[in-house]
Nanobody, 117 residues
């Protein structure tokens, strides 16, 4: 079992930046692909970004520099930096871990991001 705990959400003004964190209960980066998803009000959960065990980054949004996924192995933490936030970024952001060689999938409880002036 793996527990994922997100943090870093909150109220942000349009144009601002935010860094979300996801800390795993144990070091899983060598055997899991880590990802961030989000669910806006009234919408389905959607993929935002993933980071492979080899640190290959993938983003749903065409690379504009708005999103950056990264990790700190020693802190067992994955980050999602979001720049130039707009109202459409308002959502609950979830951390996800998917086993590379297993079917294991874990989710965090989510952290709310609200973009509003």
């Amino acid at each position: 079992q793996v527990q994922l705990v997100e943090s870093g959400g909150g109220l942000v003004q349009p144009g601002g930046s935010l860094t979300l964190s996801c800390t795993a209960s144990r070091n899983i980066f060598s055997s899991y692909t880590m990802g961030w998803y989000r669910q806006a009000p009234g919408k389905q959960r959607e993929w935002v970004a993933t980071l492979s065990r080899d640190e290959l980054e993938n983003y749903k949004e065409v690379p504009t520099g708005r999103f950056t996924i990264s990790r700190d192995i020693f802190k067992r933490t994955v980050y999602l930096q979001i720049h130039n936030l707009n109202a459409e970024d308002t959502a609950v952001y979830y951390c996800n871990a998917q086993g590379v060689r297993t079917d294991d999938v874990y989710w965090g409880q989510g952290t709310q991001v609200i973009v509003s002036s």
